[in-house]
């Protein structure tokens, strides 16, 4: 799933924040206005809301299925942009403390609470500078808009219009990588750089950017493409305009990766977790917190992460001699990634192969467990090979109109080098019913456009890992492969609970870092790409497993208090209905369900 939306615009304070929906403040006590009048007056602000967001990052709003703003790719990283975005915040957050919330409707009451949860974060933020690290090696705009290119990712480029609103982006692009790099260098400046490894692993990437010819940019990659039913004129016009942007963009271009190579990479750290940066330790906790949607600190979170691999080490104890072998629990994972026959793949189709059969399974199983289902449809595509080396199997949210299906993107670099143990579990998380089902429903409801387009990565990333243990209610993991797939893949995400903190509040290096990934998975070269997100991304490791805790943990309450009265596709229902919640607010729903019910 892509994350630097999560993290820029939908991050969630501390769940101490946060007022449930049956809690009312004390000052709703005294309503001001009218019910129909508060409801227009909080309609209003969170329109006004959103569509701040979406123009100030409009490339995230295309990533999250809204494509009003493709034409724009924003300037959030211009110092002068980002203070009137935080003005704006302040702002809002007046307005809506004006609005008496108890005159609101049950959903109107959580979309409050959302937001209220959702500018506090946000704010919480502003004192850090995140603006002078505008790139790394998992997100920067060249490379995002270099994989929308093609027209087949989150932006459409199909119609006249479409190839016109990218055409656009590519004029705005060069602007920005000079206000990137004018950042960068003020970062150098205060000792706010990237560490030296995320830099090298960035800097093919860039390298790859400019091109000799307008025609052989990959940003030209639609115009190769243009529509048989285009008129002449606009293909010619089209054509045209797309050589005299790319003619512009490629010194841009060239300046960055000079850059980055000549410059930057000398100035970068040797240090490896957020706390070796000013206020460090303070960003690290805001992090934490937008993340888990949670007051929980980092120590707490290492222990729990620490406590998570022992439970799964043990069943490991279990699982080693079904697969045929009998050494320590704890060496199970090394042993699987050495054994050939796991790794059975010698094409790229032959992997998409097995993710469509699964896709096709999950249809005859899923209907027993969900009754509230997107209409969206999922695709399966492979990643493209730009960003294939440093990406993840992820999904992308359909198109909100509708235009555009949900979609699983599956990473192959090498058929030979991709296990197919993790495969039913990944797909589980990635596409449905994890992301496809989650996000797509959330598009799909009726809701405020911040809700529908937004989301906090406690929710997202933790109802993803819940539903690949569903997987075993299903059957998809009696093969002990794939239960180990399964469990591997738990591990991974308990993992990350030990070492994002361990990097970015405990002081662990990158190298100690890849080593305990290597030696508690098995991974190797993952091990280093892993290691490099948390050290770009602090945090956002952690809402995975903290989330699926919580949603498990209410499963077995609502199952413990309801017994034969417990249906589990209600309780999906109960989860899923409202869209995306803060975990104290998702608490409180399933809390407020189990009264019901009784």
Do not use: C
């Not at 797909?427 to 989650?438: I, Q, R, T, V, Y």
């Amino acid at each position: 799933m892509n994350n630097r939306h999560i993290l820029a615009t939908m991050a969630a304070a501390t769940a101490l924040a946060f007022a449930p929906a049956h809690a009312a403040p004390a000052t709703d006590q005294i309503p001001a206005v009218s019910a129909p009048a508060a409801k227009q007056q909080f309609s209003t602000l969170a329109d006004d809301y959103y569509t701040a967001l979406a123009r100030y990052e409009p490339v995230n709003a295309t990533q999250n299925g809204d494509n009003r703003f493709d034409d724009q790719i924003g300037m959030s990283i211009s110092p002068a942009v980002r203070a009137r975005q935080f003005a704006l915040y302040h702002g809002y957050r007046k307005r809506l403390q004006a609005i008496p919330r108890a005159q609101l409707s049950r959903s109107d009451r959580i979309h409050y609470d959302v937001l209220a949860f959702e500018l506090k974060t946000l704010l919480s933020f502003e004192k850090f500078p995140e603006h002078l690290l505008p790139l790394n090696q998992m997100d920067s705009m060249p490379v995002t808009l270099a994989n929308f290119a093609g027209g087949e990712a989150s932006q459409p480029i199909g119609t006249v219009k479409e190839y016109e609103a990218y055409l656009n982006r590519l004029t705005q692009l060069p602007a920005w990588i000079d206000q990137a790099i004018a950042n960068m260098r003020e970062g150098m400046a205060k000792r706010v750089v990237l560490p030296k490894a995320l830099v090298e692993s960035a800097l093919p990437q860039f390298k790859k950017l400019p091109s000799a010819t307008p025609e052989a940019s990959i940003y030209y990659t639609a115009i190769n493409k243009l529509p048989a039913t285009f008129a002449d004129a606009d293909k010619q016009r089209l054509s045209a305009a797309y050589k005299d942007a790319i003619a512009k963009l490629n010194p841009a271009l060239e300046r960055l990766a000079t850059f980055m190579e000549a410059d930057y990479l000398p100035a970068a750290r040797t240090s490896s977790g957020w706390s070796a940066l000013p206020q460090g330790k303070e960003w690290y906790l805001a992090a934490v917190a937008s993340s888990t949607t949670t007051n929980l600190k980092p120590e707490q979170i290492h222990a729990i992460g620490l406590k998570e691999v022992a439970r799964i080490q043990q069943q490991f104890a279990v699982l080693g001699p079904k697969l045929g072998y009998n050494g320590p629990a704890a060496g199970l994972p090394v042993w699987v990634s050495g054994q050939p026959k796991f790794y059975p793949f010698k094409t790229e189709d032959e992997v998409q192969a097995v993710y469509h059969k699964l896709n096709d399974l999950l249809d005859t199983k899923l209907p027993a467990m969900f009754t509230l289902v997107p209409k969206a449809r999922l695709d399966l595509r492979l990643e493209p090979e730009l960003s294939r080396a440093t990406a993840a199997d992820h999904y992308t949210a359909p198109a909100g109109d509708g235009s555009r299906p949900g979609v699983f993107w599956s990473v192959v670099n090498d058929p030979a080098k991709y296990g197919s143990t993790g495969m039913n579990t990944l797909f589980l998380h990635e596409g449905k019913p994890g992301h496809h089902f989650h996000i797509a429903l959330t598009q799909e409801l009726d809701q405020p456009l911040f809700r529908k387009y937004g989301g906090n990565n406690a929710f997202t990333e933790g109802w993803a890992l819940y539903a690949e243990t569903l997987g075993q209610e299903m059957g998809l993991f009696d093969d002990p492969a794939q239960y180990f797939g399964h469990l591997n893949d738990e591990l991974l995400r308990a993992t990350r609970l030990v070492v994002d903190t361990g990097l970015h509040a405990k002081g662990w290096t990158r190298e100690q870092t890849i080593k305990y990934m290597r030696d508690t998975l098995g991974y190797d070269a993952v091990a280093k790409s892993e290691t490099e997100r948390y050290m770009a991304w602090p945090g956002q490791a952690l809402g995975y497993k903290i989330g699926s805790l919580k949603i498990v943990e209410l499963r077995q309450r609502a199952q413990k208090a309801l017994g034969d009265k417990f249906s589990l596709p209600k309780f999906h229902e109960i989860v899923l209905g409202d869209g995306t919640v803060p975990l104290s607010l998702l608490e409180a729903k399933v809390d407020r369900w189990i009264a019901e019910s009784k």
